[in-house]
């Protein structure tokens, strides 16, 4: 698969069952539940627009990713809602090959699951991509409680790991097995207000 069908992989599948952008979720603590798309952002993922060059740290609103490592050239928005979860992610990219063991790719993605209130249920998360199942070790990862597995399939090479940020918000990051020395500052750096 080359670069950009990669990314509409992903967004292939989300946009089968996009959905139309919800109202905000309610507000908790002062605190929006979860992060969700726009109106614009499905658009984006349902047409697997390109974005040359990939979006930086606010790539995924109300969510911000303090460290990206360099050398990505191209990112894409990936949206969609399946089975009681609506997802929204973003995905960068360089432009090697799938084959080449240098090749770089980094996907963040925030889940709103209201089944989501501990880290063992990351093994029942809904999803078609990303799911928490098979060989799955649970470890510390910037400073987070994760559960953690090695890519495979869809994902591709690498490291996937996934938390519950707050009940029924997950944030899920799948790094490039070039990217995996910096996978602790990566998930570090991830934030949501």
């Known amino acids: 698969m080359t670069k950009t069908l990669t990314t509409a992989a992903l967004s292939v599948v989300s946009a089968a069952t996009l959905f139309a952008a919800p109202a905000a979720h309610a507000a908790t603590g002062g605190k929006a539940a979860c992060p969700t798309p726009s109106k614009a952002e499905i658009k984006r993922s349902d047409g697997s627009k390109i974005d040359k060059p990939a979006r930086g740290a606010t790539a995924i609103r109300g969510v911000r990713v303090g460290h990206i490592p360099k050398g990505f050239t191209y990112g894409g928005v990936v949206t969609g809602k399946h089975h009681g979860v609506t997802e929204y992610g973003y995905q960068w990219g360089d432009d090697r090959p799938n084959a080449d063991p240098r090749q770089r790719s980094l996907w963040v993605r925030v889940l709103c699951w209201p089944d989501a209130r501990r880290l063992a249920n990351l093994k029942r998360l809904p999803v078609t991509y990303g799911t ?62």
């Open 132 to 193: 928490f199942t098979g060989d799955v070790r649970t470890a510390t990862i910037g400073g987070r409680r994760v559960l953690t597995k090695e890519g495979d399939g869809a994902l591709g090479d690498g490291r996937y790991v996934g938390w519950v940020e707050r009940k029924g918000v997950v944030v899920t990051v799948m790094a490039s097995t070039p990217l995996v020395a910096e996978l602790d500052r990566i998930v570090a750096g991830v934030r949501l207000p």
